[in-house]
């Protein structure tokens, strides 16, 4: 499952610069599959969804820090743990129960967004 950012979050942003996957960003800042990947263009994500890497998305909240849910992978292929979760000093960085996917569907992101790694 992806990492979801409660609204217990504080706003110290130290959680978006661990994120090896560039998931996370300020709140109502847009975001974009192409930020710290290596999609561009026209794609098709493992989940079946067409989208343009490079166009900007909406923002998931305009108030606190986010995580983009087709871009987390748990940190899995670069770690361990959650690197968010780690460093977030009032754990609100938690498992998001409604998006559910198997270890492989997560590597299988990972490789997707980063095939060269
Ligand atoms: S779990 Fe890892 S990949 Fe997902 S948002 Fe947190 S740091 Fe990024
Ligand atoms: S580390 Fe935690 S409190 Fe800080 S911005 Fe990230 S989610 Fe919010």
């Given at each position: 499952m992806a990492i979801i950012i409660t609204?217990?979050?504080?706003?110290?942003?130290?959680?978006e610069p661990e994120c090896p996957n560039t998931a996370i960003y300020e709140g109502a800042d847009d975001w974009r599959y192409a930020d710290g990947t290596s999609l561009e263009g026209k794609v098709v994500l493992p989940n079946g969804k067409e989208v343009d890497a490079d166009e900007s998305q909406e923002p998931i909240s305009d108030e606190i820090y986010y995580i983009s849910p087709d871009k987390c992978t748990e940190c899995k292929g670069f770690h361990e743990e959650p690197q968010c979760a780690a460093v977030c000093p009032v754990d609100c960085?938690?498992?998001?129960?409604d998006i559910v996917e198997t270890e492989e569907e997560l590597l299988g992101k990972q490789r997707f967004m980063h095939p060269e790694e």
């Amino acid at each position: 499952m992806a990492i979801i950012i409660t609204d217990e979050c504080i706003n110290c942003g130290a959680c978006e610069p661990e994120c090896p996957n560039t998931a996370i960003y300020e709140g109502a800042d847009d975001w974009r599959y192409a930020d710290g990947t290596s999609l561009e263009g026209k794609v098709v994500l493992p989940n079946g969804k067409e989208v343009d890497a490079d166009e900007s998305q909406e923002p998931i909240s305009d108030e606190i820090y986010y995580i983009s849910p087709d871009k987390c992978t748990e940190c899995k292929g670069f770690h361990e743990e959650p690197q968010c979760a780690a460093v977030c000093p009032v754990d609100c960085c938690v498992p998001d129960d409604d998006i559910v996917e198997t270890e492989e569907e997560l590597l299988g992101k990972q490789r997707f967004m980063h095939p060269e790694e």
